[in-house]
């Protein structure tokens, strides 16, 4: 059969597509960002043109369409900072007529922002003082006992970072707790190294010896060359050429070396990788806790704050969602991940066999060490820890339903966002008694507020407000009218996934802003209680567990070296369907209780 030379051709031809393929790919990502600009003010210009809204093509539906299509697609592009994009509402709102610039300005500061602000001031003097630091390590000390039991340790990496995660941002307690967990974990690991010196004959064994363990054969201890007896010079010649003969040796096992090493390579290999497994999982437990944590409280994420200031906005004459009615639903929800959380990674990374080998090399000294270091307590964390109390407990109690609450002593004209920016001045008033007329806070301290997601939130408002008053979600309510067939109990957490799946690729804060607006209208259109949906699109907009890129808190852990992306992807992605599973369980149940989710309401 005669060799036509038909198939190299053909393959040339397949291979000139493939390259031409990844030049046009290349080309597309060299100019991601102005296809990514010019893509927003294309898209509202097709809009505008080509879409009728009520039977009128540029209505203001269509034009607040538009506008929503051009801002959504820069918040998911990150075309230009996010904080920027946000504050296009100022100029387009105007522009097209939909509202004045008065009162588009007005959505950038109201109390849910004063939570924002006056909480996250208190939370830089958190971290201005090591308050946190002192609190996780005293609860890392708590949980692991007298015996540092690893399971209980890691329990301790899950609980500490989620409670000072219900207090302070996701980002700020990220950034607080991976370098202490990364400090207790490269302890973990000399103090490993110094178990196996204890093991061998040989003092001057170190890390990277113990590392060529993995690619050394077994022998067996009855062929292991017994030790000098002499010793003398002979031999500390050996230790200290001991580096330079390892890197020409085939084996760990030189008979120049002298080493009589009473673990075989076995032991030690399974000892190594039980301790990276552990550091796997200490690190996850950080990167999934202060997630898990922000959903425990009103403040704990930005995202829970978006949906107070939303449903304030959207249903008026409705009472507001208060601090403790998110708790009493958010704690338990909180807690029911965080020990799935935790039992999840044990059973994953740190089973009953790897305890031992994990137990000899944690040194509770070491840490007790490290919170000795701290000294003792200052007037200034004593001060900052009590406002952080007085301030938690103002929040619980200005509102207890039926039973009232010290709100109504000031006729509910005191919000929450007041007694956070009264605790925020305090910090501005009281000497911190470090150094004559030094107050507990200054402004140069708060420079790393985080306006952008003030400006994120403002921006929400603003546009949840155009959508309402242009008609834009009267329009939308109309055209899902399908939904009514839809079985209720699947509704919500059909939603769940859909927000939890866009957050992976979106930041939180921008899916709750364009997702909320939309599941009030689903809600109102299929006859049930708004807050149901809201609620649920607000929670799984924080289920960002599984891509590094999702939330800083992520980056922030990748960052560390010790996790791979299959790790986050696999636990990532169970720790979601979980959490999807218990939103839809505790929604209709537990969250019908607290807040009442039992009748519709209409706006």
């Given at each position: 059969?005669?060799?036509?030379?038909?198939?190299?051709?053909?393959?040339?031809?397949?291979?000139?597509?493939?390259?031409?393929?990844?030049?046009?790919?290349?080309?597309?990502?060299?100019?991601?960002?102005?296809?990514?600009?010019?893509?927003?003010?294309?898209?509202?210009?097709?809009?505008?043109?080509?879409?009728?809204?009520?039977?009128?093509?540029?209505?203001?539906?269509?034009?607040?369409?538009?506008?929503?299509?051009?801002?959504?697609?820069?918040?998911?592009?990150?075309?230009?900072?996010?904080?920027?994009?946000?504050?296009?509402?100022?100029?387009?709102?105007?522009?097209?007529e939909l509202a004045s610039a008065d009162d588009v300005a007005m959505s950038y500061m109201n109390d849910t922002i004063t939570i924002f602000i006056g909480s996250f001031v208190l939370a830089l003097a958190v971290e201005r003082y090591q308050v946190h630091r002192?609190?996780?390590?005293?609860?890392?000390?708590?949980?692991?006992g007298s015996k540092m039991d690893p399971r209980l340790v890691l329990l301790g990496f899950c609980a500490g970072p989620a409670f000072v995660s219900m207090w302070i941002s996701n980002t700020a307690a990220a950034i607080m707790m991976v370098p202490m967990s990364i400090g207790v974990l490269h302890k973990l690991e000399s103090g490993h190294i110094s178990y196996i010196q204890s093991h061998?004959?040989?003092?001057?064994?170190?890390?990277?010896?113990?590392?060529?363990?993995?690619?050394?054969?077994?022998?067996?201890?009855?062929?292991?060359?017994?030790?000098?007896?002499?010793?003398?010079?002979?031999?500390?010649?050996?230790?200290?050429?001991?580096?330079?003969?390892?890197?020409?040796?085939?084996?760990?096992?030189?008979?120049?070396?002298?080493?009589?090493?009473?673990?075989?390579?076995?032991?030690?290999?399974?000892?190594v990788a039980h301790i990276a497994n552990f550091g796997r999982a200490v690190v996850m437990a950080i990167m999934f806790s202060v997630t898990i944590g922000g959903l425990a409280t009103l403040t704990g994420s930005s995202t829970n704050m978006i949906l107070s200031g939303?449903?304030?906005?959207?249903?008026?004459?409705?009472?507001?969602?208060?601090?403790?009615?998110?708790?009493?639903?958010?704690?338990?929800?909180?807690?029911?991940?965080?020990?799935?959380?935790?039992?999840?990674?044990?059973?994953?990374?740190?089973?009953?066999?790897?305890?031992?080998?994990?137990?000899?090399s944690l040194n509770r000294a070491s840490i007790e060490e490290e919170y000795t270091s701290l000294g003792p307590t200052s007037f200034a964390e004593a001060s900052v820890l009590s406002l952080f109390v007085i301030l938690a407990a103002l929040w619980l109690t200005r509102s207890l339903g039926t039973v009232g609450?010290?709100?109504?002593?000031?006729?509910?004209?005191?919000?929450?966002?007041?007694?956070?920016?009264?605790?925020?001045?305090l910090l501005f008033v009281i000497p911190n008694k470090l150094a004559p007329g030094e107050m507990l806070m200054d402004w140069s301290s708060c420079k790393k507020l985080p306006w952008d997601i003030v400006l994120l939130l403002g921006g929400g408002f603003a546009l949840a407000e155009g959508i309402e008053t242009s008609g834009l979600?009267?329009?939308?309510?109309?055209?899902?009218?399908?939904?009514?067939?839809?079985?209720?109990?699947?509704?919500?957490?059909?939603?769940?996934?859909?927000?939890?799946?866009?957050?992976?690729?979106?930041?939180?804060?921008?899916?709750?802003?364009?997702?909320?607006?939309?599941?009030?209208?689903?809600?109102?259109?299929?006859?049930?209680?708004?807050?149901?949906?809201?609620?649920?699109?607000?929670?799984?907009?924080?289920?960002?567990?599984?891509?590094?890129?999702?939330?800083p808190p992520n980056a922030i852990a990748f960052s560390t070296g010790y996790l791979r992306i299959v790790d986050t992807l696999t636990m990532g992605l169970v720790l979601k369907l979980f959490g999807l599973v218990a939103i839809s369980i505790l929604m209709p149940t537990l969250g019908a209780l607290v807040f009442g989710l039992n009748q519709p309401l209409s706006k």
């Open positions: 059969m005669e060799d036509t030379g038909e198939e190299p051709l053909l393959g040339q031809q397949q291979g000139q597509r493939a390259i031409g393929l990844l030049r046009a790919w290349r080309t597309l990502t060299a100019y991601k960002r102005a296809i990514s600009i010019a893509l927003g003010p294309l898209a509202a210009l097709l809009i505008l043109f080509c879409v009728k809204i009520h039977g009128d093509r540029g209505g203001p539906a269509s034009r607040m369409l538009a506008i929503l299509a051009w801002i959504c697609i820069w918040w998911v592009s990150e075309a230009i900072p996010i904080a920027i994009t946000s504050l296009a509402p100022l100029c387009l709102l105007p522009a097209m002192r609190l996780a390590l005293r609860m890392l000390l708590f949980f692991g061998s004959l040989c003092p001057t064994c170190g890390a990277e010896d113990v590392q060529r363990l993995e690619s050394v054969p077994s022998i067996p201890s009855g062929n292991l060359p017994p030790l000098s007896p002499a010793g003398g010079a002979e031999d500390d010649d050996r230790k200290n050429n001991h580096s330079s003969r390892l890197s020409k040796q085939n084996s760990f096992f030189s008979r120049d070396f002298n080493i009589h090493l009473l673990m075989n390579k076995e032991e030690v290999a399974a000892e939303m449903w304030s906005r959207e249903f008026p004459s409705a009472a507001p969602v208060t601090y403790l009615q998110w708790f009493l639903f958010g704690f338990p929800l909180a807690l029911c991940l965080l020990i799935f959380c935790w039992g999840m990674l044990c059973l994953r990374y740190c089973r009953a066999a790897a305890v031992p080998a994990i137990s000899h609450g010290w709100g109504q002593l000031f006729d509910g004209y005191v919000g929450d966002g007041s007694v956070s920016i009264l605790v925020a001045t979600s009267a329009w939308m309510t109309q055209n899902m009218g399908f939904l009514n067939s839809a079985p209720y109990l699947l509704v919500a957490p059909a939603a769940g996934l859909l927000v939890s799946i866009t957050t992976e690729f979106t930041s939180n804060n921008a899916t709750a802003t364009i997702f909320l607006p939309l599941l009030a209208d689903i809600a109102l259109s299929i006859g049930i209680h708004p807050l149901y949906m809201m609620l649920t699109g607000t929670i799984t907009a924080s289920f960002a567990f599984m891509l590094p890129i999702a939330t």
